[in-house]
């Protein structure tokens, strides 16, 4: 038998400051902290995938970096994605692309921790 690949399990964002950016994590988006998590590294209680941001890996400069994140999608569902436009644009939360219909429902782009791109989208 071969082995395979199943789908992506665990996503983490490289970020200078950890709990800066946990805590926009928390504040704009809503996510609560998984009960426990390694150290350097905040994990979110996310389904179906394990979400953290984390100390960059060892040979990781991201002061290098035009953008972190560069050529990656990062999308996430959320339950009212205008709801969450609005919330953020009143946070002053910079939006990258404003809200459009997809086959995924409503989305948008905005910048979060640390400038990453990130695409929120649903009903």
Known sequence: MTATLLGPDFVALQV???EAAAAFCEQHLGLRRAP??????VVFATEPVAFAV???L?????DEADRPGLGVALWFRTTDAQELHDQLVAA?????SPPRTTPFGLAFTFAGPEGYAVTAHGN
């Open 16 to 18: 200078r400051d950890v």
């Open 92 to 96: 002053g939360v910079s939006i990258l």
């Open 36 to 41: 426990a998590s390694p150290p350097g590294a």
């Open 54 to 56: 984390r100390e960059p």
């Open 58 to 62: 060892p040979g990781v400069d991201l």
